[in-house]
């Protein structure tokens, strides 16, 4: 089955503690993206990357760290230095602009993970 | 002003009835939208995509979009219980990054 993976489902940590979330795609897409969503907000962007070994800031990168040295993995570190971490972390995948518009501009989904904090 | 914005509601609508859901985004130069639909507690799902004004109809779902007015709504006809989510409207201008409104609570009252 093609998708989107993220794991795990549900994450603890303690304050001050380094933790990485994993996002695996099998869909062949290009770009994949990192999102958090806190309570009665959007979705809020942190992180994106278009192409293997290349990533941009979005809206809220202060605090996590990213990489992308295979086309189909996109983890993300969320640091100490984050305030405020306790979050629904959401990852997502686009076929990329090597396809065709529009369908190439779709956004996927993986099931999510769910960190907090102590 | 935000890129995207949605009644939070929530919505209530009788089971069978029509839901209606809206959404306005500020960039004109917006070129594809989407409308997903989030359960509470799982990831958002996306059931429709549009680009060109007009409306497009998918089964029970039809996304309408008015470029001029900066406008795209979703109906749901007949609606489910199932149907009990928050819808997310989604905009694209043709770049790499996405813009999600806050959301629409909808609840289908059997």
């Known amino acids: 089955d093609g998708g989107i993976t993220q794991s795990p489902k549900y994450l603890f940590r303690k304050e001050g503690q380094n933790v990485t979330l994993s996002c695996e795609q099998n869909?062949?897409?290009?770009?994949m993206y990192w999102y958090r969503q806190d309570p009665g907000q959007g979705l809020r962007l942190i992180y994106y990357?278009?192409?293997?070994?290349?990533?941009q800031k979005g809206d809220i990168a202060e605090g996590y760290s990213v990489s992308r040295e295979k086309k189909e993995s996109f983890p993300l570190t969320v640091t100490s230095a984050q305030k405020n971490p306790t979050a629904f972390y959401l990852c997502a995948s686009t076929p990329g602009y090597g396809s065709s518009w529009p369908a190439g501009y779709e956004q996927y989904f993986g099931p999510g993970t769910r960190l907090t904090v102590t | 002003q935000k890129e995207v914005e949605q009644n939070s509601g929530p919505l209530s609508v009788p089971e069978g009835a029509i839901a209606s859901l809206n959404c306005t985004y500020s960039?004109?130069?917006?070129?594809?939208f989407f409308w997903y639909r989030q359960y509470s507690g799982k990831s958002p799902e996306l059931i429709m995509s549009?680009?060109?004004?007009g409306d497009k109809e998918d089964g029970r779902f039809t996304a309408q979009l008015n470029k001029a007015s900066q406008y795209v709504s979703l109906l749901i006809r007949d609606s489910q219980p199932s149907d009990s989510a928050t819808y997310l409207c989604a905009v694209n201008r043709r770049g790499n990054q996405f813009y999600f409104g806050t959301g629409t609570s909808l609840t289908v009252i059997p």
């Open positions: 549009i680009y060109s004004n």
């Open positions: 990357s278009q192409i293997v070994n290349d990533f």
């Open positions: 960039d004109r130069v917006s070129q594809s």
């Open positions: 869909l062949n897409h290009d770009a």
